[in-house]
T-cell receptor, first 116, second 115 residues
Framework: KNQVEQSPQSLIILEGKNCTLQ??????????LRWYKQDTGRGPVSLTI?????NTKSNGRYTATLDADTKQSSLHITASQLSDSASYIC???????????????FGKGTHLIIQP | DSGVTQTPKHLITATGQRVTLRCSPR?????VYWYQQSLDQGLQFLIQ???????AKGNILERFSAQQFPDLHSELNLSSLELGDSALYFC??????????????FGPGTRLTVL
C-alpha cells in the first residue's frame, strides 16, 4: 500500500535553533517528492519539489534531502523564525497519477511550533 | 499571495442548502484543482479541471459538482449540505496538467460552516 509517514507528529523548538523533519514513504513507483508548508487556516505553499534523481534542494532556510534507495526524505530548517510555525507536509504522488498532475494527497504532516 | 483568488472567504449556511464556491486561477494557468480540508485533517483532493474539461476525480461526493468556464475560473457546487461538509475548501491552479515540476498554487480557501 502506498503510504507516507512523517515524524515527529509535533515539535517545539526555540527561535534561532535548527530542526529536521522526517518523511518515510512506500510509494512505488514515485515520480517526485514535495514538501509543503501550511499555516493554520491557510492554503499550503510549496517549498521544494524533487524528482527521484535529485538528492537535495534548497529554498532559502529550507533544505530538503531525498534518498530514493531507503525511501526517506528530510526537511532541514536553519535558524528558525517565529513565522516558521506551521504544519510541514511531505507529499509523494504515485507515478501513475501523473506525478501529482491528477491531484495530491496530503497527510497531516509535522506540526512545528517556534517559541521565542 | 499565490495569485489564486477564492470567494467567498467565509460561508455559513444550514443543512439541506446549496452553495457555490468560486475560484479564479493564476493568470495563464489552465488547471484548477479543488480540495477539502476538514478540522485537523489533511487536504483531500476532490476534482481537477484542465482547460474546461474534467481531468481527474478524487473523493468527491455525488452531492458535489464542479465546472470550469471558458475564462478558466471554476465553481464548486455543494448541495444537500450536511453538518459534516463543514470544512475549508481550497482551490489550486497550475500551468498545465502534467510533469514532475507541475507546481500547484493554492488559494486562501473558503471556510464553510453548515449549521
Amino acid at each position: 500500500k502506498n503510504q507516507v509517514e512523517q515524524s515527529p507528529q509535533s515539535l517545539i523548538i526555540l527561535e534561532g535553533k535548527n530542526c529536521t523533519l522526517q518523511c518515510n514513504y512506500t510509494v512505488s513507483p514515485f515520480s517526485n517528492l514535495r514538501w509543503y508548508k501550511q499555516d493554520t487556516g491557510r492554503g499550503p505553499v510549496s517549498l521544494t519539489i524533487m524528482t527521484f534523481s535529485e538528492n537535495t534542494k534548497s529554498n532559502g532556510r529550507y533544505t530538503a534531502t531525498l534518498d530514493a534507495d531507503t525511501k526517506q526524505s528530510s526537511l532541514h530548517i536553519t535558524a528558525s523564525q517565529l513565522s516558521d510555525s506551521a504544519s510541514y507536509i511531505c507529499v509523494v504522488p504515485p507515478a501513475y497519477s501523473g506525478g501529482g498532475a491528477d491531484g495530491l494527497t496530503f497527510g497531516k504532516g509535522t506540526h512545528l511550533i517556534i517559541q521565542p | 499571495d499565490s495569485g489564486v483568488t477564492q470567494t467567498p472567504k467565509h460561508l455559513i449556511t444550514a443543512t439541506g442548502q446549496r452553495v457555490t464556491l468560486r475560484c479564479s486561477p493564476r493568470s495563464g494557468d489552465l488547471s484548477v484543482y479543488w480540495y477539502q480540508q476538514s478540522l485537523d485533517q489533511g487536504l483531500q483532493f476532490l476534482i481537477q479541471y484542465y482547460n474546461g474539461e474534467e481531468r481527474a476525480k478524487g473523493n468527491i461526493l455525488e452531492r458535489f459538482s464542479a465546472q470550469q468556464f471558458p475564462d478558466l475560473h471554476s465553481e464548486l457546487n455543494l448541495s444537500s449540505l450536511e453538518l459534516g461538509d463543514s470544512a475549508l475548501y481550497f482551490c489550486a491552479s497550475s500551468v498545465d496538467g502534467g510533469g514532475d515540476y507541475n507546481e500547484q498554487f493554492f488559494g486562501p480557501g473558503t471556510r464553510l460552516t453548515v449549521l
